[in-house]
């Protein structure tokens, strides 16, 4: 079975190969530039570009599953790839979306991805939809901060989440495009623990050993300002700013046991991402 990666640079993406790689699956992976894609172990890279569908086809051709993750907000991405695996004869799409797009009604956050899951499903091929929410990496957005010793932005105060590990995300995503029954399924992938903002912040001053301030902040507004300095596309800044006001709110913190019924193990912590990403908050020498 061939399978096709897309967004193969990324943080889900890396992670993939690496699992596709140990399984011994074939796979391609599409990439615009391959002097910036990671190391594809025995997979084959494919250059293209989801903005010009036109270099789809040779990476779709022939290929009998597809890890579809797309960027941005819009859905021409997801139209052109749905269009090129359905001339290919894919048979199975594994389809990266948000568990914002779960609820009801929809947050702002949450109606692209629902757009992406429609335009998907109504294709008629066969789709498994992974709904991951916050991703441990966000974290890497206080990186310059924390390295100059300045105060973490805290938009969401009291808000708990079960923020997961991208690696976690790519092993499902491995396994259900490796192995049957998972079609027609559609699967929410949290971490097991909940956490604020405050004490993800101090699980990172505790693993580099240096103290780190939190501040809250004063308004949504401020914390878009500090994360968009130069500013965000209007739609975008106000599905973040909704973003805030929803996670502040939920204090008890939303999760599943998706990821351990799926692989038969605990998610990750954490503390072992921090452990794994540690040099990203030192100083540098």
């Given at each position: 079975?061939?399978?096709?990666?897309?967004g193969?640079?990324?943080?889900?993406?890396?992670?993939?190969?690496?699992e596709?790689?140990?399984?011994?699956a074939?796979?391609r992976?599409?990439?615009?530039?391959?002097?910036?894609?990671a190391?594809?172990?025995?997979?084959?890279?494919?250059?293209?570009?989801?903005?010009?569908?036109?270099?789809?086809?040779?990476?779709?051709?022939?290929?009998?599953?597809?890890?579809?993750?797309?960027?941005?907000?819009?859905?021409?991405?997801?139209?052109?790839a749905?269009?090129?695996?359905?001339?290919?004869?894919?048979?199975h799409?594994?389809?990266?979306?948000?568990?914002?797009?779960?609820?009801?009604?929809?947050?702002?956050?949450?109606l692209w991805h629902?757009?992406?899951?429609?335009?998907?499903a109504?294709?008629?091929?066969?789709?498994?939809?992974?709904?991951p929410?916050?991703?441990?990496?966000?974290?890497?957005?206080?990186a310059?901060?924390?390295?100059s010793g300045?105060?973490?932005?805290?938009p969401?105060?009291?808000?708990?989440?079960?923020?997961?590990?991208?690696?976690?995300?790519?092993?499902?995503?491995?396994?259900?495009?490796?192995?049957?029954?998972?079609?027609?399924?559609?699967?929410?992938?949290t971490?097991?623990?909940t956490?604020?903002?405050?004490?993800?912040?101090?699980t990172?001053?505790?693993?580099?050993?240096?103290?780190?301030?939190?501040?809250?902040?004063?308004?949504?507004?401020?914390?878009?300002?500090s994360?968009?300095?130069?500013?965000?596309?209007?739609?975008?800044?106000?599905a973040?700013?909704e973003?805030?006001?929803?996670?502040?709110?939920?204090?008890?913190?939303?999760?599943?046991?998706?990821?351990?019924?799926?692989?038969?193990?605990?998610p990750?912590?954490?503390?072992?991402?921090?452990?794994?990403?540690?040099?990203?908050?030192r100083?540098?020498?």
């Open positions: 079975m061939m399978i096709v990666v897309t193969g640079t990324g943080n889900i993406g890396r992670e993939l190969v690496g596709l790689d140990a399984r011994g074939d796979f992976v599409l990439v615009r530039d391959p002097a910036r894609a190391e594809s172990g025995h997979g084959e890279l494919i250059v293209g570009d989801l903005d010009d569908p036109a270099t789809l086809a040779a990476a779709f051709d022939g290929a009998d599953a597809l890890f579809l993750l797309v960027p941005g907000i819009g859905s021409a991405h997801t139209v052109s749905v269009a090129e695996a359905r001339a290919a004869g894919i048979r799409i594994v389809q990266l979306s948000s568990f914002n797009a779960m609820g009801d009604p929809v947050p702002a956050m949450g629902r757009e992406r899951e429609r335009i998907v109504e294709s008629g091929i066969p789709v498994t939809v992974l709904r929410g916050g991703f441990m990496t966000n974290a890497l957005a206080w310059r901060t924390i390295r300045g105060a973490v932005l805290d969401t105060g009291p808000g708990r989440y079960a923020p997961i590990d991208p690696a976690d995300i790519a092993a499902v995503a491995a396994e259900v495009l490796t192995n049957d029954g998972h079609q027609g399924v559609t699967y929410t992938l971490g097991a623990e956490c604020t903002v405050a004490e993800q912040v101090a990172i001053a505790r693993t580099i050993g240096r103290a780190i301030e939190v501040r809250e902040a004063a308004t949504p507004q401020e914390a878009l300002q994360r968009y300095p130069g500013g965000a596309p209007p739609a975008l800044a106000a973040i700013i973003g805030f006001e929803l996670m502040r709110a939920d204090t008890v913190g939303f999760r599943t046991d998706t990821v351990r019924r799926l692989l038969g193990r605990s990750r912590t954490f503390a072992e991402w921090c452990a794994r990403n540690a040099d990203a908050f100083p540098a020498a």
